[in-house]
């Protein structure tokens, strides 16, 4: 496949001339937790697997997967090797074992 070459014109239309800055919210972020029945499944590492690739790799692993169907819902396996899905709604939390 050969490389291709886009060139990207600014519309000036769209700039804001009075534009001053972007400023970093301190709001603070909203955090849920809710008990289960049974832990999150962790990956553990064994001791020979900890190079850089691997921490790489699985350092930053989340648990936590989008559900390709449902905008507002998460699946995880836990600790029993059950596959649960968390449906996170702005009032409510719910969980469904599939």
Same mark, same amino acid.
């Given at each position: ?5 886009? =060139?990207?014109? /600014? ?17 603070? +972020? ?7 029945? =049974? ?15 691997? &921490?790489?790799?699985?350092? &930053? ?12 819902? *998460? !699946?995880? /396996?836990?600790?029993?090797?059950? *596959?649960?899905?968390?449906? !996170? ?5 719910? +969980?469904?074992?599939?």
């Amino acid at each position: 496949m050969a490389a291709s070459n886009y =060139s990207l014109k /600014v519309n000036r239309e769209l700039l804001d001339p009075d534009f001053e800055s972007y400023r970093l919210s301190l709001d603070p +972020i909203p955090t849920y937790s809710i008990e289960l029945d =049974s832990a999150v499944e962790e990956l553990k590492l064994k001791d020979s697997l900890y190079t850089l690739e691997h &921490m790489q790799a699985f350092g &930053m692993f989340n648990y936590l997967h989008l559900d390709p169907w449902y905008s507002d819902s *998460v !699946v995880f /396996v836990d600790a029993k090797g059950q *596959v649960l899905s968390l449906t !996170v709604t702005l009032r409510s939390v719910a +969980i469904l074992a599939c």
